[in-house]
């Protein structure tokens, strides 16, 4: 059984973008320089924001975070993001979501350029998504379409079950993997919380993704022997245990699962490192297309 270690795969691919980095520099070049927008103070929102400002810093780029309170008006945000978007030393721009509900999430991904639009939410990078054109791929789909590449799992007409279909996970996955990509051309099932007879689906499954955000949900008498599994689940479950008070439990119960499966990414160490390592890539190719 292989596990997808997420701290292997994601080294590799902030190694060759610190190098990339240092090569700009040694031409006299600014570095690539990523914008995060952080509403509010909730916990697991400033935990991902603060890993992403330091992985910036770790590969050489600049970063820059905004903070706003969770009073913060719309009218506000959007104006910042109006800044942001005219600021020529800004290449990537990403808002922290969750955002409060006095906030249209919709209006404020909207908002962003286009081409800084390094979390790939935009309407505009989800059609070219959709139509196989170059794009900036939501970072969580991305980090495990690198990861796919990068412990060499052959994904062709293999039979992946996606379970989630959220806008940043699920439904873009879907996407990549039944697309005509080297780590793509699989014949794809995307599951929700409407789907009957669930397990039968799983059981049938090659390759699952697991983003649905219920820890522990995908048990071993799902499974079929020999499947790769991916958890995307990053719960924060209550443990006295712990220092924090509490750990983060993935969708998959690993123990278990990982009894059956060929190769499973566990939780933490293994998706999440991958999305950094691809929203790191998108701002790299952010700053390439826009010195063109
Ligand atoms: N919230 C959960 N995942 C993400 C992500 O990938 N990007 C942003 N901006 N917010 C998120």
Known sequence: MLVLDGKIASKAVKETLTEATKELIELGKRP????????????????YVASKVRTCEE?????????????????ELLA???DLNNDNNIDGILVQLPLPKQISEQKVISKINPDKDVDGFHPISVGRLVQG??????????????????????????????????NIVGRPMSILLSSNLLYGNCTVT??????????????SADIIVA??????????????EGAIV????ITRVDDTTAAKGYRIKGDVEYAGVSKKAS??????GGVGLMTIAGLMKNTMDAYNRRQK
């Open 133 to 166: 054109m170059e794009t900036f791929i939501p970072a969580t789909p991305y980090g495990i379409m690198l990861m796919l590449e990068h412990f060499k799992l052959s994904t062709k007409g293999r039979h992946a079950v996606v379970i989630g279909r959220s």
């Open 59 to 75: 590969i050489g780029f600049q970063s820059t975070l905004v903070r706003f309170e969770d009073t913060t008006t719309e009218e």
């Open 32 to 47: 690539p320089h990523l914008a995060a927008v952080l509403v509010g103070s909730d916990g697991a929102s400033e935990t």
């Open 80 to 82: 910042k993001i109006e």
């Open 230 to 233: 991916f958890d995307v689940g």
């Open 190 to 203: 995307i599951c929700h919380s409407h789907t009957p007879n669930l397990a039968d689906i799983t059981r």
């Open 211 to 224: 983003a649905l955000g219920r820890p522990g949900f995908i048990k071993e008498d799902m499974v079929k």
């Open 263 to 268: 190769a499973i990414s566990p939780v933490p």
